[in-house]
T-cell receptor, first 112, second 111 residues
């Protein structure tokens, strides 16, 4: 079992709709969770971080964390063509180890 | 400006010719890591470092070496590169329990 799992996609969503991206993780001691957006050939860029159970909203983006279910999600409202990218879920184990592990990414395509 | 700087951005080399990819961060981060990214495989950790002189293997360490003699620098060394090390490489740094900051990436081709 991979430590951080995501559906590889591609996920195709019409422009203006809500895109929903999911991620599960296996290590219960994980303490912080991140969503990165990556355009082809470019560096990942952070779009959301979440540290406690519940929802966190930032503009069109909402991250949701459920530690009991070991589940993190990202909602993108009013999807735009510029949102077409690969979205990487990342988990930081915290403590002295503080290793960051990435999922393999979900490719999102917004169709006009 | 807070940043992680990798060099070179692009590199074409021949099998067996030793090379070093440099990584430097100016944020005083304790943790640094190297990842490689191949199509469909996501970011796979090669090595990471928790502080000066403290390093640990990641998921794909074979064929790579690292050193952390100073807090800001974390070079990746390929002693004898092979074609299966052709990939896109990223260096990243972070503080404990926070997000990773990435360098611009190094596209390496080994022929």
């Amino acid at each position: 079992q991979k430590e951080v799992e995501q559906n590889s996609g591609p996920l195709s969503v019409p422009e203006g709709a809500i895109a929903s991206l999911n991620c599960t993780y296996s290590d219960r001691v994980s303490q912080s969770f991140f969503w990165y957006r990556q355009y082809s050939g470019k560096s990942p860029e952070l779009i959301m971080s979440i540290y406690s159970n519940g929802d966190k909203e930032d503009g069109r983006f909402t991250a949701q964390l459920n530690k009991a279910s070991q589940y993190v999600s990202l909602l993108i409202r009013d999807s735009q063509p510029s949102d077409s990218a690969t979205y990487l879920c990342a988990v930081n184990r915290g403590s002295s180890a503080s290793k960051i592990i990435f999922g393999s990414g979900t490719r999102l395509s917004i169709r006009p | 400006e807070a940043q992680v700087t990798q060099n070179p951005r692009y590199l074409i080399t021949v099998t067996g010719k030793k090379l070093t990819v440099t990584c430097s961060q100016n944020m005083n981060h304790e943790y640094m890591s190297w990842y490689r990214q191949d199509p469909g495989l996501g970011l796979r950790q090669i090595y990471y470092s928790m502080n000066v002189e403290v390093t640990d293997k990641g998921d794909v360490p074979e064929g790579y070496k690292v050193s952390r003699k100073e807090k800001r620098n974390f070079p990746l060394i390929l002693e004898s590169p092979s074609p299966n090390q052709t990939s896109l490489y990223f260096c990243a740094s972070w503080r404990v329990n926070t997000e990773a900051f990435f360098g611009q990436g190094t596209r390496l081709t080994v022929v």
